[in-house]
C-alpha cells in the first residue's frame, strides 16, 4: 500500500492489506448473522406462539433490545472476556471470536424481534389450518419459519446490515490490531484519524459496494418469492 | 383409499353452549351425525353454522353440554377433517401443500408421491401441480383444501361453505366432488347459503337460527314440507330475525 494509491488504485489493484481486511470484516459479520439467525429465529417464532405470562413485557424487551448501543455491548463482552472476567480462561479477548460474539449480541434481537413479528402475523393467518389439521407444535414452528423464508430474507439483511456497518463495540473487543482484528469499519475510523484517507475511502467504497450487493441479493430472492404471496 | 369404516360416528352434541362474552352462539344444541349422505346445516348469517362446524370438529370446546365421536369424548381430530371457507393455502406449491398434509397425517415418505398423484387427480388439479398455490382461483383452492382435507382419510369431513363465491362451472365441480366423497363412506357435514345446493347434496338437512336447532329431517321432507313457521318462512326466502 504505497502512500499515494487513490482509493481506486487499491480497490482495483487487489491491495492484498485491503482485501484482508475485507475478507476478515465479511468473515465476522456473516459468523456473527447466521450464528445469531440459529438462535434468533426459532426463538423470535416460539415467542411468536407463545402465550405465557409477562409475554408483553418479553416482546417490549426484545424490541427495545434492537436499539442496544454497540459500546454497551462491546464493554459488557470485554469484561466476560477480559483475563479478570468469568470468561477470562478461554483467551478469547482481542480475537475474531470475541468480534463475532460482540455482534451476534447486537444482531440476534434485530432477527428474534423481526422474527416474531413476521411470524405471528403468518400464525394469525394459519392458526385455524393448523388446528384443523392437527399440526405439532414443533412442526408449526418449522413451518412457520420456512413460509417466511421470503421476508426473513429482508431480516437477515437487516441483521447483516447491522453487522456489517458495526464500529465501537468490535474496536473494544477486538483492539482494532493490524492483520488480526481489523475489519473494513475500524480500519476507516483508525485511517481517518491518521489522514490516510485513499485507504479509508477504497474501504469505503467496498462497504458500500457489499452492502449494495447483498441488498440486490436479497431483492431478487424476494423477487422470486413474491409468487408464493397470498393474493 | 379413504377409510369407509367409520369409528368417529356418530357424532353427538347434547345440549351444547358456547357463547363469546355475553353472545350466545350455540344455544342448546343436541344433534346426531349419522353415517350416510351428507348432512347439510342452513341458516341465516349469524345462526351458527359455522361454530357447529368447528364444535363438532373438535376445535372449540363448548361452556356447557356434551359431545361424542363413536361414543367417546375424547376431542382429538386426528380422523376429522374440516375446509374452512376460505382455506389458506401454505406459501409453497399445490403438490407441496399436498406433501405437508400427508407428511403431518403421518403417511411414509415413501408413499407420499403416489398418494399426491391420487389426491390431484381426484380434484382435477393434476396439470396445475407445480403452481404456487397462492396464486389459485377461488375453485381451484377450495379444490386443493379438499384434496389437503382428503390426505388425512378422514371419517367424517366437514365442510363450511365450500361454494360460496363461486361461479357456477366451479361450484358444479366443487358438488361433485363432494358427492363422491360422500359415495366412498366419508361422512359430509357441511354448510351452505344455497338451498339449491342443500337439495342437490343432502341427505339430512339441520336449520339453525340463533343458535338453536330449529328443525331437522329428511332433506327431501324438510326443504319440501318444512314443519315449523320459522323454516316455512326461511325456505320462501323470508327474512328471518
Known sequence: MTPDATALDLVLGGDPALYAIVRLSLIVSLSATALAALVGAPLGALIALSRFPGRQAVVVALNAMMGLPPVVAGLAIYLLLSRSGPLGSLGLLFTPQAMVITQMLLVLPIIAALTRQTVEDLWMEYRDEFAAMNVGPLRRVGTLLWDARFSMVTTLLAGFGRAAAEVGSIIIVGGNIEGHTRTMTTSIALETSKGNLPLAMGLGLVLITIVLLVNVAAWTVRQAGSKFEQR | ?241
Open chain 2, 1 to 241: 383409499m379413504m377409510q369407509t369404516s367409520a369409528p368417529q360416528l356418530p357424532i353427538v352434541l347434547e345440549d351444547v353452549h358456547v357463547a363469546s362474552g355475553s353472545t350466545r352462539i350455540l344455544d342448546g344444541i343436541s344433534l346426531q351425525f349419522d353415517a350416510g349422505a351428507p348432512t347439510v346445516l342452513i341458516g341465516p348469517n349469524g345462526s351458527g353454522k359455522t361454530t357447529l362446524l368447528r364444535t363438532a370438529m373438535g376445535l372449540i370446546r363448548p361452556d356447557r353440554g356434551r359431545i361424542s365421536w363413536g361414543g367417546s369424548e375424547d376431542a382429538s381430530v386426528a380422523r376429522r377433517a374440516l375446509v374452512f371457507q376460505r382455506p389458506v393455502m401454505l406459501r409453497r406449491s399445490v403438490a407441496d401443500n399436498l406433501r405437508y398434509a400427508l407428511a403431518v397425517a403421518g403417511v411414509a415418505r415413501a408413499r407420499r408421491g403416489a398418494r399426491i398423484d391420487e389426491l390431484l387427480a381426484l380434484v382435477g388439479l393434476t396439470a396445475i401441480a407445480d403452481r404456487p398455490a397462492p396464486r389459485l382461483s377461488g375453485g381451484e383452492r377450495q379444490r386443493l383444501a379438499l384434496a389437503r382435507a382428503l390426505a388425512r382419510e378422514p371419517a367424517v369431513l366437514f365442510l363450511d361453505e365450500p361454494t360460496a363465491s363461486l361461479d357456477p362451472a366451479a361450484t358444479m365441480a366443487i358438488e361433485e366432488l363432494v358427492r363422491n366423497v360422500g359415495a366412498s363412506g366419508v361422512k359430509v357435514v357441511m354448510t351452505t347459503h344455497d338451498l339449491g345446493e342443500a337439495a342437490r347434496l343432502a341427505g339430512e338437512v339441520v336449520l339453525l337460527h340463533r343458535g338453536r336447532v330449529v328443525e331437522s329431517g329428511p332433506a327431501q321432507q324438510l326443504l319440501g314440507h318444512p314443519a315449523t313457521e320459522e323454516a316455512r318462512r326461511f325456505m320462501a326466502g323470508q327474512l328471518l330475525i
